[in-house]
């Protein structure tokens, strides 16, 4: 079993997101990642997103990816502690719902405590055949 990583510093502003977006993508085509890669982008694009709308200040995203035994693995690392969260839907309010997005999409998805900030991360499984 071979296992695949990269890992990808970002800054905390909007440009971010579609550079880490193509990244995934990139990494995803070199690695011949069987996942959709339109899942990932997607998801990708709320962790990174939710960095840049709600972490203030000089901190580094970063961007993990490790494909072992066919699941891929993609973390966003960033400086702040606050844990994301699942809103339900709420006609009201035209944002928040990028975590849902997570949940729904994602095999697994989950936060945790990193350097005294957080990591969170989505698994995105193999194919069903």
Known sequence: MTTLTAAVDLPPVPR?????RHAL?????????????DDAALLVTELVSNVVDHVAGEA????ELEYSDGWLR?????GSAVRPVVRELDTGRPRGRGML??????????AEDHEGGKRVWFDLGPPAA
């Open 101 to 110: 997005l997570v949940q729904l999409v994602a095999d697994r998805w989950g």
């Open 60 to 63: 580094v995203i970063r961007l």
């Open 16 to 20: 971010s997101v579609p550079a880490a």
């Open 25 to 37: 993508r990139e990494l995803l085509a070199a690695w011949d990642a069987p996942q959709d890669r």
């Open 74 to 78: 993609v973390a966003v690392v960033d």
